[in-house]
């Protein structure tokens, strides 16, 4: 059992990490919107002469093109527990550790439905993905001592943690999500724009 105080420990540890890093991702998610829009926004004034681009799936996921997005990247500070037994019922050490984890989507799984008749575009989006890039091992501490454990264990151990934490933090997926769904807006508005076009977003909150 995790004892109350190392409970509350973590516990804090989770709002800390979620409140300070809405303002990096706001930071980020600016950036990239003020770059793209300009981008396209350009793009669109030097083709104005040309045959006018037809609002299509193919069109939307061309503007979108980016392979991989990161909506959230921070540094998380955790408590992972290393137990004395395989069935993890008595904890023989916890681990402070901190780690770089990542919330993003495959923009390549993005889909777009276009209703021409009342020119609405809904987007459909693929799962939040969390990443752990590999934990520092300088940060790791160990209580109340260090255990005689190979280091590649503890370091899994508290990968998964970070994970384990990160995945279940609503607050944190929502933000991301809400993040991915304003820059594919930045990014396809240009192309919408022009033909009086607009994004829907479909009410996911029922299936969640």
């Not at 609002?55 to 939307?60: K, R, V």
């Not at 989006?125 to 001592?145: A, C, Q, R, S, W």
Request: glycine letters at 4%; one cysteine or more.
């Amino acid at each position: 059992m995790i004892s109350e105080d190392v409970k509350k420990t973590k516990e804090e540890m989770g709002m800390k990490f979620i409140e300070k890093n809405k303002v990096v991702i706001g930071t980020a998610l600016l950036a990239i919107i003020v770059i793209f829009s300009s981008y396209l926004l350009k793009s669109i004034k030097n083709t104005e002469k040309a045959d006018p681009t037809i609002i299509s799936e193919s069109t939307l996921i061309e503007a979108i093109n980016i392979s991989e997005l990161s909506t959230a990247k921070y540094k998380y500070k955790g408590i992972a527990e290393n137990y004395k037994n395989d069935k993890k019922t008595k904890v023989q050490c916890y681990i402070y550790y901190e780690a770089e984890v990542k919330a993003g989507i495959d923009m390549g799984q993005v889909h777009f439905a276009i209703d021409h008749d009342n020119k609405i575009v809904i987007p459909s989006l693929p799962e939040i993905k969390i990443t752990v890039n590999p934990i520092d091992e300088k940060t790791l501490d160990f209580m109340p001592g260090k255990i005689d454990v190979e280091l590649k264990t503890i370091l899994s151990e508290c990968k998964e943690d970070a994970e384990k934490e990160a995945s279940r933090s609503t607050e944190l997926l929502n933000t991301a999500q809400e993040n991915v769904q304003s820059i594919i807006e930045a990014l396809t508005y240009p192309l919408l724009e022009q033909d009086g076009y607009k994004i829907v977003w479909e009410d996911t909150s029922d299936n969640e």
